[in-house]
């Protein structure tokens, strides 16, 4: 049975949508930009990158990264990101969402920044020390997931904390709108002053000097956003969930929150310790009341988002690499090396303009009438559809009368993944799991989705080769080819609309009713209660 809800938190709850909410999804949404923006503008500069440091004299194709070097590239920041998100979502619960925040904050600016140098000019060390500063971006990166999600969540009111927390996690799409449009003036800009010949004409001549700095330039720019956000970082109160149900500090919470609502809140300091007895505040992430309450919950959170990433991030990392195989880019000898990245840079900026941020903001807009559950269902299945769509008619799409629509229907594929999983997975772990461990849960389904986005790409680059020996990339083994692949995703988006059943549907209620944390429950805990995240 339900107990009485603390007054802090009811008025959170019932709050109507103020100033405040605003300012805090763009404060933690700045960071999601700047996440997305260095996550996705790697893909933006691996040809250049190829075509720079691995140049082979009388070859008739410009330079490419090799298997291994190209894999780590793509997916070291992926690796970074699956330790910052459970390292971070555990520590966030054990010393308070707000502590945590500006720690990921100055690891993104100083990796972003970091990420533009080298040490030496040689292939070996460009590449090992782009790879040692963009684990580290990952890290940081990694850390701003749960603690974005839950800070949003223990922020909001009831009635639109979907639309809130999607809002947060909208921010993406323009982070990599963002990486599609500064390639695209860096590498026009480049192309325009120092104008190379295609490399077909000047193998050498085709890679001007000053192509180095392109995408230094890129990469480093992700490094403003994050750094202009830090000050009102460090300014926002602890939320009132942690500081009431974790830390139990009841007085702190009433005084942080009457601040940010301009109402008079009480303390209710015995009706804390009260809530702090019960059982159901006490069990740890390890314990069978957690597996009965919430494991499948849990199994829930992480098998679709690590689905869902296997489909999303070998679709937006590889786009380029799809797009040439229908002929949307032109053969890389046919261009320069600036002209290059220009090309793919405005492939990637109208996908994401024409389906990418509009699909973030139709979850946001439809997400607290919906609700999660039928978004994320609706999402998966047609994500399936498309992807099947395109997959086994495959050669209908490469004959060039009918390229536009296969941009059309991979276009479709990511407005349904953003409309769709690639919102809902990030926002429903911040809401069904208890405050003490909310924001480990949240890191690690997060983790679980990274796992899948590091399968997605580093399995692309070898899947999507074609199973022809003379039409695969250099030093890269035959694959199935981009056909059986796009029917491999297909199956995975299909098996995610499986596992969407396990995921309970959070519209409308708040964060106690759904963890029952305020449950009158006849057990009560009379040990002293303990703010430790995990049990010993």
């Known amino acids: 049975m339900a107990g009485e809800q603390l007054q802090v938190l009811s008025a959170l709850d019932l709050a109507k949508t103020q100033w405040y909410h605003f300012t805090a999804i763009v404060i933690a949404g700045m960071g999601f930009f700047t996440d997305a923006y260095d996550l996705f503008s790697i893909s933006l500069v691996t040809k250049l990158l190829g075509r720079i440091y691995y140049h082979v004299d009388g070859a008739p194709k410009p330079g490419t990264l090799p298997p291994n070097v190209s894999a780590a590239v793509n997916g070291v920041a992926l690796c970074g990101t699956l330790a910052g998100q459970l390292f971070f979502g555990w520590l966030g619960d054990k010393m308070g969402r707000k502590s945590v925040y500006g720690m990921t904050l100055i690891l993104m600016v100083v990796c972003s920044l970091a990420s533009g140098l080298s040490f030496g000019d040689e292939p070996k060390a460009v590449i090992a020390t782009l790879c040692f500063f963009r684990f580290w971006l990952g890290f940081g990166i990694g850390g701003d997931y749960p603690l974005s999600a839950t800070i949003m969540s223990e922020y909001a009111n009831k009635k639109t904390r979907g639309a809130f927390i999607a809002a947060v996690f909208a921010m ?3 982070g990599i709108l963002a990486g599609g449009v500064v390639s695209l003036i860096v590498s026009a ?5 120092f104008k190379g010949p295609s490399y077909q004409d000047d193998p050498v001549g085709s890679t001007v000097k000053q192509a180095d700095y392109i995408w230094r330039i890129i990469l480093m720019f992700g490094a403003i956003p994050a750094a202009l956000t830090y000050y009102w970082r460090m300014k926002m109160p602890e939320t009132a969930r942690y500081t009431a149900l974790v830390a139990k500090d009841a007085k702190k919470a009433a005084t942080d929150m009457s601040k940010v609502l301009q109402v008079e809140i009480e303390a209710e300091e015995t009706k804390v310790e009260k809530l702090a007895m ?3 505040n006490s069990f740890g ?3 069978r009341e957690f597996a009965r309450r919430h494991g499948l919950h849990l199994l829930g959170t ?3 988002w690590f689905l869902l990433d296997i489909a999303f991030y070998s679709q937006n990392l590889f786009q380029k690499d799809i797009f040439s195989a229908i002929g949307w880019i032109p ?4 261009m320069s090396a600036t002209r290059e990245v220009y090309r793919i840079s405005r492939a990637q900026t109208l996908i994401a303009l024409c389906s990418t941020v509009p699909g973030y903001w139709f979850t946001v807009f439809f997400i607290d009438y919906m609700g999660r559950f039928a978004i994320q269902l609706m999402g998966f299945f047609f994500m399936t559809v498309f992807m099947f769509a395109l997959a086994i008619p495959y050669h209908h799409w490469t004959l060039k009368p009918n390229r536009i629509g296969f941009v059309v229907m991979y276009s ?11 919102a809902t997975t990030f926002v429903v772990p911040a809401e069904i799991f208890p405050a003490r461990l909310r924001s480990t849960c949240h890191g690690i389904s997060a983790a679980a989705g990274k796992a899948g986005a590091i399968i997605g790409a580093f399995g692309f680059l070898y899947a999507a080769q074609s199973q022809d020996k003379t039409k695969t990339d250099a030093g890269y083994p035959t694959g199935i080819g981009v056909k059986n692949s796009l029917i491999v995703l297909g199956v995975v988006n299909f098996l995610g609309m499986l596992f969407t059943f396990l995921v309970p549907e959070p519209k409308g209620k708040s964060l106690e009713e759904l963890t029952g944390e305020n449950e009158d429950s006849p057990e009560l805990d009379m040990q002293p209660p303990t703010n430790r995240t995990v049990p010993v």
Not at 189 to 193: E, L, S, T
Request: aromatic share 24%; proline share 3%.
């Open 172 to 174: 993406q799409g323009f």
């Open 189 to 193: 800009a480049f192309d325009h002053r």
């Open 278 to 280: 019960k059982s159901a």
């Open 285 to 287: 992430l390890f314990s």
């Open 302 to 304: 992480t098998t679709t």
């Open 331 to 334: 053969k890389a000898e046919t």
């Open 412 to 422: 479709f594929t990511f407005f349904f993944a953003n409309f769709g999983p690639n």
